[in-house]
Each structure stands twice: as C-alpha cells, then as structure tokens.
C-alpha cells in the first residue's frame, strides 16, 4: 500500500468507531421516537456514489481539523413512515413538512453520534440539519471519498452518507 493510501485510511472518517456511532444513532432514534426497527447492511467506501432516496437531511461534519457532511437519504415510503409515527398523520407524497420531520430525527442522530464520539477526541462541532429533496441535491465532484451505510426502515432501502473533504 502507498504512503497516500496509508495515510488516507488514518483519516478519523475511516474510523470503524464513525460507522458504529452512525449507525447507533440512527437505530436508537428511529427506534425510540417511531418505533421503527432499522436493519443494517455492510458499509463500504465509495469514490463517487450517487445517493437515491426521496428525501435527504444533511449535517455538516466539523471538528478542529477535518470537515465532512453527514447526509440521512430516505426513500418516500420511510420518509412518510417516520412522519406518521412522528405526527400521527403524514401527506400521500413527501413535502415540506415530511422534509422537517427528517431534518429534526436528523438533528437527534448527529447529537446522539456527537455524545458517542466527541469523549473519544472527535470534536465535532455543533451543526443544524438542512433538508432537501434527494433528486435536488448537488453532488461533490473530483477526488471525494464517500462512507456509504446502507440501511432499511421496514422493507425500504435509506442510506446513511458521510462524504470526505481533504
């Protein structure tokens, strides 16, 4: 292995202790505030992946010397899933306000992570969710390293994004 791709690798996004923190947050939130059970798959990394989903909620990842973003990317059906047991009503297609119920699980997510990884030297800074449809999002381009963690809530396929900036 080169000393670039050694080096690459010690990179705190690579951390297994990252993924694990991730995908904690996500079940214990999803879980303790909808209800819902989520099912993991085998994370991986990805040099250009583009998400799919209906519905996206994205934190910035700051800490003192490294910056990334944390995107949540949920099919419609999970999106108004989560809303229903959020709300107890949800619209038939996703729209704002199913969009803000993503953004508030996102911000219990990324708090949850922060109580997990910042005692172990993370740092991460505090941050507000910002919500969009997944079809409107931007997608980085060049040489962008991306932590993909597929995930289900119920039969429907979301995805947990962490996307590297050098």
């Known amino acids: 292995m080169s000393a670039a791709a050694t080096a690459d690798l010690k990179h705190f996004f690579f951390d297994e202790n990252l993924a694990t923190a991730l995908t904690a947050g996500v079940q214990e939130t999803i879980y303790e505030m909808c209800r819902l059970p989520c099912d993991f798959e085998g994370n991986f990394i990805a040099q250009h992946w583009i998400p799919s989903g209906h519905a996206t909620s994205s934190v910035e990842l700051i800490s003192e010397d490294q910056k990334g973003l944390l995107q949540l990317h ?17 619209p038939m297609t996703v729209n704002e306000d199913a969009l803000d119920c993503i953004g508030a699980l996102t911000g219990v997510v990324y708090g949850r992570m922060k109580a997990i990884l910042n005692p172990q030297g993370y740092k991460f800074m505090m941050a507000l969710p910002k919500m969009n449809y997944t079809s409107k999002l931007k997608h980085p381009e060049g040489n962008i390293k991306h932590l993909i963690v597929p995930f289900r809530v119920g039969s ?11």
């Open 74 to 90: 949920f099919s419609d059906v999970a999106a108004l899933t989560i809303m229903a047991k959020l709300l107890g009503r949800a």
């Open 156 to 166: 429907s396929k979301c995805f947990i994004q962490v996307v590297f900036y050098a």
